[in-house]
């Protein structure tokens, strides 16, 4: 047998064989590091593959490691999962359901980890243990506080509504900015100064395609694809709107939802041909027309590829990519970030436009949860509040580049610019009130951005399907309202059996929740009926009609 | 040899079905256990086998079978998908334990979950039956007078009316809940009775007024845990507003910059209060470094 016939039968088993040698040794690794009879071992899973955030996070479990052992004399381990944001579902999922489920696990992505039924069933609510001050505070000027209130928001957004508990601990928050290549945008503009108004954004991206042009240049202002045209869209569309909003937002919530914007529709108290939506996707067009060539078809890694090229100066994204831009262009070029200006002194648009959305309300991100099959509850809920002291989330999240989520965390300086900001506006106006009005008004935004068809073609098609398919969707969605009501009433009917029959009540905190489901269900209640009622007398109104 | 096959084949089935029989035999209390520990986690799904094989087991009218019945009903209630002839039956346990529970612990809770079965859509094609809910939840007010479950069934009884937008009834529920309010002062709901007779207010009698003062009120009976701060605020000063009632919508404003130090409305309510000529207090930044060493 010749070598190459050799190579060519063996080759497959040899592979096999290495693989199953390797995979026998790195098992037996594991075994011996993490599951050695005096090494207690927790587990814990996350997706954040971005750069830096294993490093940031091991630094932590090191120290944690340390300390323990010099507390305690008990080793304990604290072994990390990455998994891909494509496999993290069906990871999770499967752990969760065959009880083999890491400790802790980023919440997300699966449905194991999201749904409001199976959180319940698999996570541990954390709300006794929020509400008792984190011991490794003790010496700080937070020793003494509720863990709850040392975050930011004190972990309000972090509160489930429908489970009445609080079910993850964040470590960090994100906003979005726009980023710019410091060194060719002061080639460019022969100054550092980054546009303090709309006007000065527009003109700063004429600058830009014009040295492009006159030096034959492949420079766009602003690299693109459809997640940077949505990042944009959400920063200039909802500005416009806040007016209406507070005009049309009948039960005070401060946002108006597609069935509360359908009945203020049909009381002709709002139209897609209105100046105020015209001005918006005027206004959104503007500046999708500084995005290159093509920008419709580009992915969003083919746009920080753009940005990262330095062939476009500018590009929007979240705080989560800092670490990875800043990475990329390392001895590249310097980057810089700046917040979206608004239109508020522009001539046409100011009468609109008062302000941007507020950052105030932000939500803390990185949510760990605990695995209720865990059986190292105790040391779990430990380890989250070693990370979560001011001290260990600031080193954390500055070595990293994130948003830290304890008070008095400091930021590094170059995360100044992503800093809330609480000056703004809030609320929603959303108007997909069918499937399709979603679709095709969605699908047309598009094409409204990409200039491949005019505000006034748009609105006459978003007038025409909504107006087509309203009073059904709006039904439709009243029937999906009350249903989801279901939900409460499901866990407000295992509440009170499970009082009924005396069952334990670890926390004392069931007659609360059984009060917080009731006043869920009131309000809930009340808003489906007043909404039919108001929907009735307008059909009512148009049949009388002749 | 393959007497040898045989024989270890048979022993493994044998074993399979012992194993199988142990697995799906219903365990007594142990089974209700489970069941209920199933319900806690919402598995009604689960849970609703484990009940039906223990009601099976145990003499009808027993208080086993009468545990066992009302967590078959509850489960065939929540269970999903959200079945036709789950609910009916659900309905027709319930009535069974209405019918045999006098006296006994089981009414009150059978009464309560067969008018939110009643109160409710469940399915495609349900209908709202509202007749069935007041009647149940008049029976746990008359004949359970010393259940907890009194406060809850009051609440519902006034939702009932209030959510039929009929004017004349919502006038008619907030007249009884004062009454009750009245009668049990100390109520646990008192102040959720109230935010309720602050939303009739609103919604059918469109009296904002009314409805902000009934807010006011609520707040100072204390609100209900889980009632978010800034919205209730937010919500009471725009109603005040509207009403004409300056006063109390400039002081819910300030509070909203003042006492809730993470909100979305501040900058609003600031600009609210410039609108209606009064200097507002600064904002408070939570993001601010000076601001974040933390209060106990």
Redesign the interface.
């Known amino acids: 047998m010749t070598l190459r016939k050799f190579f060519q039968t063996y080759v497959g088993v040899a592979i096999l064989l290495a693989s199953i040698i390797y995979a026998m040794v790195r098992v037996a690794y594991n075994e011996a590091t993490y599951k050695a009879p005096d090494v207690t071992t927790i587990r814990i899973c996350h997706w954040q593959l971005e750069a830096g955030f294993r490093d940031a996070l091991q630094e932590l479990i090191d120290e944690y490691e340390q300390l323990h052992l010099k507390r305690t004399g008990k080793k304990i381990r604290v072994m990390q999962l990455p998994v891909s944001e494509r496999g993290y579902s069906q990871f999770v999922n499967t752990g969760l359901i065959g009880g083999t489920a890491p400790d802790i696990i980023e919440k997300g992505f699966a449905k194991g980890a999201t749904d409001p ?1 199976y959180t ?2 698999f996570f541990s609510p954390l709300g006794q243990y929020l509400d008792e001050p984190n011991p490794y505070n003790a010496g700080t ?2 020793e ?2 509720p863990w709850k ?2 975050f ?3 972990l ?1 957004a972090a509160y489930d ?1 429908q489970l ?1 508990d609080h079910y993850y601990v964040p470590f960090s928050m994100f906003t979005v900015r726009i980023y710019y290549n410091r060194d060719l945008y002061r080639q460019i503009l022969g100054t550092d100064r980054t546009p303090a108004s709309y006007q000065e954004f527009l003109d700063v991206c004429q600058r830009i395609r014009e040295h492009g042009q006159s030096k034959g240049l492949p420079i766009v202002p602003v690299a693109g694809s459809k997640y940077q045209g949505d990042l944009f869209r959400r920063r200039y569309e909802t500005p416009f709107l806040f007016e209406l909003i ?1 005009q049309t937002d009948d ?4 946002s108006v939802d597609a069935m509360e914007s359908y009945l203020a529709y049909r009381q002709g108290r709002w139209s897609f041909e209105s100046p105020r939506f015209m001005a918006a996707w005027k206004c959104m067009l503007e500046v999708s027309k500084n995005f290159q060539d093509g920008w419709l078809a580009a992915q969003r890694d083919d746009a920080v590829f753009l940005f990262v090229q330095s062939r476009a100066v500018m590009t929007a994204s979240g705080s989560w990519d800092a670490p990875s831009i800043k990475k990329q262009v390392a001895g590249q070029f310097e980057v810089g970030v700046f917040d979206f200006p608004m239109p508020t002194d522009h001539p046409e648009y100011s009468k609109f436009v ?2 941007p959305a ?1 950052e ?2 932000i939500k803390g991100g990185i949510p760990w949860a605990i695995c209720r099959q865990s059986r190292r509850q105790e040391l779990c809920v430990d380890f989250l509040r070693f990370c979560t002291t001011r001290a260990k989330n600031e080193s954390f999240n500055q070595s990293i580049t994130w948003l830290p989520v304890v ?5 590094t300086p170059d995360l100044e610019p992503f ?2 900001r ?5 609320g929603d106006f959303q108007t997909d009130i069918s499937t399709p009005v979603k679709m095709i008004t969605e699908g047309n935004r598009w094409s409204v951005l990409s200039d491949r068809m005019t505000p006034e073609q748009y609105a006459v098609k978003a007038k025409e399907v909504y107006e087509r398919t309203g009073a059904e969707g709006f039904q439709e969605k009243l ?1 999906k309202d ?2 989801n ?2 939900n409460l ?6 509440q ?3 009082q ?2 005396g ?1 334990p009540d670890p926390n004392g905190r069931r ?2 929740k ?3 489901l ?3 269900i ?1 309000e809930f ?2 808003k ?3 909404r ?2 108001q929907f009735e007398a307008l059909q009512k109104e148009t049949e009388r009609k002749p | 040899m393959n007497r040898r096959l045989k024989r270890t084949g048979t022993g493994l089935l044998a074993g399979l079905s012992l194993w199988l029989a142990s697995w799906s035999a219903p365990a007594g209390q142990g089974g209700l256990d489970t069941a ?1 520990q199933e ?6 799904k689960k849970s609703a086998s484990l009940f039906e094989k223990a009601a099976k087991q145990s003499e009808p009218g027993s208080d086993a079978w009468i ?1 066992a019945t ?2 078959l009903a ?1 489960c065939l ?2 269970r999903q998908p ?1 079945l036709q002839q789950d609910k009916e039956r659900a309905a027709e346990l319930y009535d069974r334990l209405i019918e045999i529970g006098a006296g006994k ?2 009414l009150p ?1 059978a009464l ?2 067969r008018a ?1 079965l009643a109160d ?3 399915y495609y094609g349900d209908q709202v039956d509202p007749k069935t809910a007041l009647v149940c939840y008049d029976r746990i007010i008359a004949e359970c007078p010393d259940s907890p ?1 009194i406060h ?1 069934a009051a ?1 519902f009884r006034a ?1 009932v009316l ?4 009929d004017k004349t009834k919502a006038s008619g529920a907030i007249d009884w809940l004062r009454q009750w309010q009245a009668k049990y002062p100390a109520n ?2 008192t102040s ?1 009775q109230q ?2 007779i602050a ?1 009739a207010y609103k ?2 009698l469109q009296q904002p007024e009314k409805a902000a003062t009934a807010y006011v009120a609520a707040e100072e009976m204390g609100l ?5 701060v800034d ?1 209730y605020y ?2 009471v000063a ?2 005040a507003q509207q009403a004409g009632d300056t006063k109390t919508a400039i002081r819910y404003y300030e509070r909203i910059i003042t006492e809730v ?8 309510a600031q ?1 609210r209060l410039k609108a209606l000529g009064v200097t507002p207090p600064p ?1 408070f ?3 601010a ?1 000076d601001n ?5």
């Open positions: 039924a319940a069933r000027p937070l003494g506080v209130d040392t930011f928001d004190g309000q509504r009445l507070s039960d005070f919530t401060g008062a302000g507020t105030a309300s008070l008095g965390a400091k930021l800093r809330p609480i000056e703004g506006f809030v029937v009350g249903r009501n279901r009433e499901r866990i407000l009917a295992s009170l059996l499970l009924h029959i069952a007659d609360e059984i009060g917080q009731l006043l869920a009131q209640g009340h489906v009926a007043v039919q009622a | 209920w319900v806690g986690y919402l598995n009604y545990e009302l967590g509850a209630q929540h959200d612990p089981v809770l309560m979950l939110r409710q859509l469940d479950l809850p609440l939702q209030i959510n039929s937008m646990p709901l959720m935010m309720l939303k919604y059918p209900p845990q889980g009632v978010v919205n937010w919500r725009n109603l130090k993470r909100t979305g409305f501040a900058y609003e600009l904002l930044n939570p993001f470094a974040q060493e933390g209060s106990k």
